[in-house]
């Protein structure tokens, strides 16, 4: 099984993944948002299944929400 992947925040792509066998994907360092996480796999047949889709929000550190 392959994987392919994208982020993205809003219409801008953040982060995206080429075909790979690698079942691991992390972020670091991601700015505070709303993020949608989309996932596709593919049989040795070339065959994908429907994409599945993960939403989330990232919160500003608690000593950055303190300076406001």
């Known amino acids: 099984i392959w994987y392919e992947w994208v982020l993205d925040r809003g219409?801008?792509?953040?982060?995206w993944g080429s075909r790979s066998q690698e079942r691991l994907v992390r972020f670091q360092n991601l700015a505070p948002?709303?993020?949608?996480?989309?996932?596709?796999?593919?049989?040795?047949?070339?065959?994908?299944?429907?994409?599945?889709?993960?939403?989330?929000?990232?919160?500003?550190?608690?000593w950055r929400r303190w300076r406001e």
């Open 33 to 62: 948002g709303d993020y949608r996480f989309t996932i596709t796999a593919w049989t040795a047949d070339d065959v994908p299944s429907f994409p599945v889709e993960l939403r989330f929000t990232v919160t500003p550190a608690i």
């Open 11 to 15: 219409s801008k792509v953040v982060d």
